[in-house]
């Protein structure tokens, strides 16, 4: 059996000089220790045992710091053996409290320790899980209700989220509409047709609504692309919201195919630069360049064009335009419409020419700073279309005695001409 060490007696105590049998043997280290000095010694007046070095007040200074260095509140204490006494104190309690719950708790089972760490989901933190037999990964998807004790900030977190469930059951709303048009436009082709066999389907239904004062103007079904597409324009942070989601951008493509309306692509105009960089990475506003080309062309006018070339001009828009896709495309089509619309001589006065010639040298500018970065149009401009147009601009600048830096001319004009073989095969098909 292991005995814990003992305090040693000469360790960190005082020496114990009162007991008779230690005394002797204390005097007896002294003397060989520190010899008394030899009769000629006591004789010479001159000796001094620490050779000059130090003065008698410098030694009674040396031996206070000795002794208050060994002097204590409590001789007998011993740091070391006391914190080892009290460990192993405590171990031994343990032991015979493990013994004696065993003794006596016979029916009390420790817990097993938990071998099963559950599996982590992305985008799970704070959301109640539940596992059972048929569904162990099931996860809950809850939203806690204030009792007037949540923080202002969590309540604002919950805000947009809820939000934007109700945006996506809105584009659930419209598409179930728009759905259940086609079908019954379907059905009533299908009927005029002579001699066909129908076979009638139930048109689609939407989605039930959550009850809100939000949703209550959406109970009336529509019935018509009007009606749809007015949903659709309802406001501008509605059309952001929708234009910002894959769904809703295809929804608005279907729409257009159905009806067109100034007032989407005047919101569109309005937001250019943050709609299209969120289109960026799928690029689903390429397919509605052939809708906005038709629709330039058949509702372009000059009103039209100082409505929409102050917007793109804000800011640093037409710097991003030249280095978009959608965007270059769309410069291309102005170009187009309005040098279409300088050949049918439409009306036109000095405010909207002045803005257009604005418009144009801007993008001369831009495009000079921004060369290395131009994107190329989905489809190019003709070069006679292009010679026709820079040639009424610069026009314009030998009337203001002014010139056009042909260097940069030739940049914008480059990036928007149609490539090579692009020519050819237009001159194939005619």
């Given at each position: 059996m292991n005995h814990p060490p003992q305090a040693s007696p000469g360790?960190?105590?005082?020496?114990?000089?009162?007991?008779?049998?230690?005394?002797?043997?204390?005097?007896?280290?002294d003397q060989q220790l520190n010899p008394l000095p030899s009769s000629d010694q006591e004789m010479d007046e001159d000796y001094d045992p620490y050779a000059g070095l130090m003065n008698q007040r410098e030694r009674r200074w040396l031996?206070?710091?000795?002794?208050?260095q060994l002097e204590g509140d409590d001789p007998d204490y011993d740091f070391y053996f006391t914190e080892y006494q009290k460990r192993h104190g405590l171990q031994h309690r343990n032991s015979n409290s493990d013994k004696y719950n065993g003794m006596h708790n016979n029916n009390v089972s420790e817990s097993p320790k938990m071998s099963y760490v559950p599996l982590q989901f992305e985008n799970s933190l704070g959301k109640v899980q539940v596992g059972s037999v048929q569904a162990p990964r099931k996860v809950i998807d809850r939203e806690l209700v204030s009792n007037?004790?949540?923080?202002?900030?969590?309540?604002?977190?919950?805000?947009?989220?809820?939000?934007?469930?109700?945006?996506?059951?809105?584009?659930?709303?419209?598409?179930?509409?728009?759905?259940?048009?086609?079908?019954?436009?379907s059905v009533s082709s299908a009927t005029e047709t002579p001699g066909l066999r129908i076979l009638q389907r139930r048109p689609a239904q939407p989605p039930p609504l959550e009850v809100g004062a939000s949703t209550t103007e959406?109970?009336?079904?529509?019935?018509?692309?009007?009606?749809?597409?007015?949903?659709?324009?309802?406001?501008?942070?509605?059309?952001?919201?929708?234009?910002?989601?894959?769904?809703?951008?295809?929804?608005g493509y279907r729409l257009l195919r159905l009806r067109q309306d100034d007032r989407f692509w005047l919101m569109l105009f309005q937001d250019f630069h943050l709609l299209v960089t969120r289109d960026e990475a799928e690029e689903i506003l390429l397919t509605y360049l052939p809708i906005l080309r038709s629709w330039l062309q058949t509702r372009g006018s000059w009103e039209l064009l100082s409505c929409i070339l102050p917007m793109l001009l804000e800011e640093d828009t037409p710097d991003f335009a030249l280095t978009n896709k959608f965007g270059m495309s769309l410069i291309a089509s102005i170009?187009?419409?309005?040098?279409?619309?300088?050949?049918?001589?439409?009306?036109?006065?000095?405010?909207?020419?002045?803005?257009?010639?604005?418009?144009?040298?801007?993008?001369?500018?831009?495009?000079?700073?921004y060369k290395t970065e131009l994107e190329r149009p989905v489809m190019g401009i003709d070069t006679k279309t292009l010679?026709?147009?820079?040639?009424?601009?610069?026009?314009?600048?030998?009337?203001?005695?002014?010139?056009?830096?042909?260097?940069?001319?030739?940049?914008?004009?480059?990036?928007?001409?149609?490539?090579t073989y692009q020519k050819k095969k237009n001159k194939m098909k005619n």
């Open positions: 360790l960190g105590r005082a020496p114990p000089t009162s007991h008779p049998y230690v005394v002797p043997v204390l005097q007896q280290e031996a206070n710091i000795q002794v208050m007037g004790t949540v923080s202002p900030d969590r309540g604002l977190k919950a805000k947009p989220r809820k939000k934007l469930k109700h945006i996506l059951l809105e584009l659930e709303y419209l598409y179930a509409s728009l759905q259940r048009m086609d079908s019954l436009s959406l109970n009336d079904y529509p019935s018509d692309p009007a009606t749809l597409m007015s949903y659709f324009l309802k406001d501008r942070d509605h059309f952001l919201a929708y234009m910002s989601i894959r769904k809703g951008k295809v929804l170009i187009v419409t309005a040098e279409g619309l300088y050949n049918s001589n439409s009306p036109i006065n000095k405010e909207q020419h002045e803005l257009y010639v604005k418009f144009i040298i801007t993008l001369v500018d831009k495009a000079f700073q010679d026709s147009n820079f040639f009424r601009i610069e026009s314009h600048f030998y009337r203001v005695h002014q010139r056009m830096d042909a260097t940069k001319k030739a940049i914008i004009f480059n990036a928007l001409a149609l490539p």
